[in-house]
């Protein structure tokens, strides 16, 4: 029992934030019968409808995972031949999306101050080929959007926004969602928005309800024209819908997500206020705070040290055009590739209590001193 009393509780790098309310809702939902619809009725419509309004977006449509949200976005555009520009420093769906509709991949480098792509990085890589922008908004810091926008409009190029890590996030007090033509968001258990597994596209383009109706087609095989047990497929689909557990967990979500983005930021902020590191996030009460990163020189040690603490790390990303399957662009980015080999993400997450940001800041500045 006095060893017990001894080891020390393990601080997750994640944590989804979940009550009695999530509970009941997918009890309700167990009860109901009715699971899952590709035509998203039910549950998921309603999450769609609440999204759209927290947003103040045109349209939600809600998918499975962020990847499938990247897939299908990208898809309404026609990019055989054609060059996405997009940052290294991300999870490699963002990637992958490109390449599943036919299009390649170019990176550019990041700022090193945000790790979100860099405009300047981004605008001399643009040439006749060039059709996507695709910018991150990693860890929940919002990418340099007016930047973004005008060099989009100046050569007449969509942009797609992977916004995976920034549900609650804001650029100059606009929600992210109602920026790009559409915005992709991911909310996997580890996110801020928490679900089993979901995603969901935000549109905002004068053509928004033909592009809505033709993403819910897509999400569901192509299926459209539905009359009773009767229906046509006109065009190729995936079977990318959302699940109405998934849905009524969301549902319960966003009705607390500014009070977990608003943890999140109290957190972030004490970490920024006391961290010794060098190189750390910045405070920024727009940013959502998906995880709060760190940069390290020994980052094997470091991170063996604070396992020992019972404090688990992670690495945000290792970037993608350094992998195994990206390698043959043969890209060299230097801010992407320094970060690369330094970063750690640590917790952040709402779950968090007082004596474990102490914790934490205690063991970090402790490697750092």
Not at 38 to 67: D, H, M
Not at 80 to 98: D, N, Q, R, W, Y
Not at 201 to 218: E, G, V
Request: hydrophobic fraction near 35%; glycine fraction near 6%.
């Amino acid at each position: 029992m006095e060893m017990r009393s001894k080891m020390k509780k393990k601080i997750k790098l994640f944590h989804p934030d979940f009550s009695k309310n999530e509970e009941l809702a997918l009890i309700k939902t167990l009860k109901s019968g009715f699971w899952a619809s590709g035509s998203g009725n039910g549950q998921v419509k309603k999450f769609e409808e609440l999204l759209s309004r927290y947003l103040k977006t045109k349209s939600s449509i809600a998918v499975n995972s962020g990847t499938s949200a990247l897939h299908l976005a990208l898809s309404m555009i026609d990019l055989k031949g054609k060059e996405v520009i997009l940052p290294s420093m991300s999870f490699v769906s963002t990637a992958h999306a490109v390449i599943y509709n036919g299009g390649k991949p170019v990176f550019a480098d990041i700022d090193p101050e945000t790790l979100c792509i860099d405009p300047s990085s981004f605008e001399e890589l643009i040439n006749e080929r060039t059709k996507v922008v695709l910018p991150v908004h990693f860890a929940g810091q919002a990418c340099e959007m007016s930047k973004i926008i005008k060099n989009c409009k100046k050569n007449n190029l969509e942009l797609i926004e992977d916004a995976a890590h920034a549900i609650g996030t804001t650029y100059k007090k606009k929600k992210i969602g109602t920026h790009g033509t559409a915005v992709c968001f991911s909310f996997h258990p580890a996110k801020n928005l928490a679900m089993p597994s979901g995603g969901a596209i935000t549109i905002n383009n004068k053509k928004w309800k033909k592009y809505a109706d033709d993403l819910k087609i897509r999400r569901w095989c192509g299926i459209s024209d539905i009359k009773e047990s009767s229906y046509d497929v006109k065009e190729l689909g995936w079977n990318y819908y959302m699940n109405e557990f998934s849905a009524a967990i969301g549902i319960e979500q966003l009705k607390k997500i500014d009070m977990l983005t608003k943890k999140r930021r109290d957190n972030a902020k004490q970490f920024n206020d006391e961290l010794k590191c060098e190189y750390k996030m910045k405070y920024d009460k727009e940013c959502s705070y998906h995880f709060y990163w760190i940069r390290v020189k020994n980052r094997k040690r470091f991170m063996e040290n604070l396992k020992k603490e019972g404090i688990e790390t992670g690495i945000h990303y290792k970037p993608i055009h350094t992998m195994s399957m990206y390698r043959k662009l043969r890209v060299k980015l230097f801010h992407t590739e320094l970060v690369g080999d330094e970063i750690v993400s640590i917790p952040v997450h709402s779950y968090l209590k007082t004596e474990d940001i102490e914790r934490i800041i205690q063991s970090i500045n402790k490697f750092c001193n």
